[in-house]
């Protein structure tokens, strides 16, 4: 599957149109129902799509804006159309030089085998920083590196990697005759990603209207500046082009124009990859009432993704904000969900409520889940071969004094056990359910936890065998 690359300004106006047949599988907008995740910043990583989100909560204090946002979840796609959460991968209490919640658009990068989140939040003396954390997988979880980048403020980091060298561009603030203006800035990285190697330059973009979300890609040598304007009552994504990552963008001569119209409920935030040969155009939308019956806003938003086209001249075409999504792409090696009777790694799952995390556990088989809070919940998608009793054999590890696990298919509780405490997150036992199972394909199996104390269990996998 092609991943990255060009194609011809004609192969990009052949891309699928937004209307669907009932034949066709689409992912269907929001894409993230699950949380509400926002601030989408997305990349091909080895012909797979990683998405990270911020994460809106309710503020901390008493008005409605962003102060509650506290953390980041990673999303992944090889189909566009099934999306699977890989949890909470990193939180302000994870931050030991940072202030409560207040962690806003994040960018992602990966240097050699190493993968970085970039993320904005208030330090302690409340100034907005540009913070990074680290992670082994593009799925995390990821570990704050201890200190913000020194000498810059702002928020909403992107990285562009342009051959060996990494950009990085962030949203800044300078007060001119009492009036705030918004200022995008860009600086490469030293090899160690976590420091400026020169000084800070102005983003010279042809226009006055950037507020935020820089987002910059390119496609052959030409360089596509784009960013949000929340002022725009109706475009709010416009883009520029250039021949340098540092601009300048919209100059004379080069391309500008508006790329995103006011998405639903919400400001635009995007950002923009080309995939199976095909570009895509993420953004959020705060139209979206979850499960609970919250009804979304613009400070309670859900990613979205539809179809981005270029223009003959180069140019970006307007996008067009559909609730049918996108298509389904056939994932590489036609991967199928996991067999019962089987064995399903616990990491695996395709959704996730709750603080549930990925990492490594010392004796695990390969990763586990963690951070297991009372009342989460996973969900995994599975092929199940016949009807009947099955037992499910959990491996797992806990310091606490137990929890119970429920198993549910579909919306029908079909079985549980108690787990008790092992003495240490890395002690693993093995405790056995009964579950009554139907036959079927993608079948949804959740495992739900409830249980007293800050944290429950490490799970590491399950065992589902016929009975």
């Known amino acids: ?3 990255a690359g060009l194609t011809s300004a004609n192969a990009d106006q052949q891309q699928a149109g937004t209307a669907a047949t009932t034949s066709e599988v689409t992912s269907g907008n929001p894409i993230v129902k699950n949380i509400r995740g926002a601030d989408p910043d997305v990349h091909v990583r080895d012909g797979t799509v990683w998405m990270y989100t911020s994460q809106d909560r309710p ?7 962003y102060s509650g946002m506290d953390g980041y979840h990673v999303f992944s796609s090889t189909d566009m159309v099934n999306w699977t ?3 909470e991968v990193l939180h302000s209490r994870d931050v030991s030089w940072g202030s409560r919640g207040y962690m806003w658009a994040p960018g992602a990068a990966r240097r050699g085998t190493s993968n970085y989140l970039f993320y904005p939040h208030k330090d302690r003396s409340g100034i907005w920083r540009i913070g990074v954390a680290t992670a082994n997988s593009p799925a995390g979880p990821f570990t704050d590196i201890g200190r913000h980048i020194p000498d810059i403020s702002g928020i909403d980091p992107m990285v562009l990697q342009d051959g060996s060298d990494y950009y990085l561009y962030w949203s800044g603030w300078k007060n001119e005759g009492g009036q705030t203006k918004h200022i995008p800035y860009v600086a490469r990285l030293k090899s160690n990603m976590t420091e400026l190697a020169e000084t800070p330059r102005v983003v010279s973009y042809g226009a006055t209207n950037h507020k935020e979300g820089i987002f910059v ?6 360089y596509y ?3 949000t304007d929340w002022q725009g009552e109706t475009d709010q994504g416009f883009w520029a082009t250039g021949s340098s990552p540092y601009g300048p963008f919209g100059a004379a001569g080069q391309l500008k124009g508006a790329v995103g119209p006011s998405p639903a409920g919400a400001q635009d935030h995007h950002s923009i990859i080309r995939y199976a040969d095909k570009w895509y155009y993420f953004y959020h939308v705060g139209n979206y009432t979850n499960a609970a019956g919250e009804p979304g806003a613009g400070y309670r938003r859900n990613a979205s993704v539809d179809y981005l086209h270029f ?4 140019g970006l075409k307007k996008v067009v904000h559909t609730t049918t999504g996108v298509k389904q792409v056939p994932s590489p090696g036609g991967a199928t969900s996991p067999g019962v009777p089987g064995r399903i790694q ?3 799952f395709t959704a996730q409520t709750g603080g549930v995390r990925i990492e490594t556990a010392a004796g695990a088989d390969g990763r586990s889940i963690g951070y297991v809070t009372d009342g989460s919940s996973v969900t995994y998608e599975v092929d199940v071969a016949a009807s009947g009793r099955h037992r499910v054999t959990f491996r797992y590890a806990s310091a606490a004094t137990g929890a119970r696990i429920s198993v549910t298919q579909g919306r029908a509780q079909v079985g549980g056990t108690t787990v008790r405490g ?3 997150w890395t002690a693993w036992r093995s405790v056995t359910a009964d579950v009554d199972l139907k036959a079927g394909t993608k079948q949804r199996l959740t495992l739900t936890f409830d249980g007293a104390g800050d944290y429950l269990l490490n799970l590491d996998l399950f065992d589902v065998i016929r009975r």
């Open 1 to 3: 599957m092609a991943v």
């Open 59 to 65: 503020p901390v204090d008493a008005s409605t804006n």
């Open 85 to 87: 959460d890989h949890g």
């Open 217 to 222: 890609f390119k496609r052959g040598t030409t």
């Open 225 to 227: 500046f784009t960013y």
């Open 311 to 314: 223009r003959a001249d180069g």
């Open 346 to 348: 616990a990491e695996d």
């Open 422 to 424: 092992t003495g240490g």
